[in-house]
């Protein structure tokens, strides 16, 4: 087995309970948005996109109470991966949230595309569904689900990395715009 048939197998086994749209369907559309977001790039890495993408949540504080990126270095050690890439795959998983680093960018191209990989599936018919789906397992009301849309995803067309990104987040975000219309009729 690949390291990443392996890092595959580890995250269905962690995220086994999980259906509040950080599970493991989230965990494998990012990793598919960075490998078709990376194939315009020669010169990336592609084992380093492909790990730090797969395992970008598995110590995401919302699902698991770990310090240090304790489960990705769990995993990768039992790889026996080089230290300095481990290093490297955690610095792009640190560097990927959105509330941890507000308008920053990660600085290496590998974790501009897992960053733009990520924030791409929360954005349009996905990113609607899995607000909702969030919010709903918090016990949060419409209107509060309505508020994470003007705090975060409508913002996030503008953040985007790579030009690839950047065409796909527009047609998302109209959409999204387009939904919150549709809703804001339907309320009234
Ligand atoms: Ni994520």
């Keep these: ?14 995220f086994k309970e999980n259906a509040d ?34 395992l ?29 890439r481990i290093e490297l795959v955690c610095n792009i998983i640190n560097s990927v949230s959105f509330s941890k680093n507000k308008g920053k960018h990660p600085e290496s191209l590998e974790g501009k595309i897992v960053q ?8 349009g018919a996905i990113g609607i569904a899995r607000t909702f789906a969030y919010g709903g397992k918090c016990g949060r009301d419409m209107d509060s689900s309505v508020n994470h849309f ?15 990104a950047k065409e796909i987040a527009e047609n998302r975000h109209r959409f999204m715009e387009q939904f919150l219309c549709e809703l804001n009729e339907e309320i009234i």
């Design 150 to 164: 003007h705090e975060k995803l409508l913002l996030l067309k503008d953040l985007m990395n790579t030009k690839e």
């Design 116 to 123: 733009d990989a990520d924030r791409l599936d929360a954005m």
């Design 21 to 54: 749209g950080h599970g493991v369907d989230h965990t494998m559309r990012v990793y598919h948005n960075a490998l078709n977001i990376a194939k315009h790039y020669d010169l990336c890495d592609l084992e380093i996109i492909s790990l730090a993408a797969l």
């Design 56 to 84: 970008h949540d598995v110590d995401d504080h919302k699902l698991f109470n770990t310090i240090n990126n304790a489960n990705a270095r769990y995993f990768l050690s039992r790889e026996n991966m080089d230290n300095d």
């Design 1 to 14: 087995m690949s390291v990443i048939e392996n890092a595959i197998a580890y995250i269905q086994k962690l």
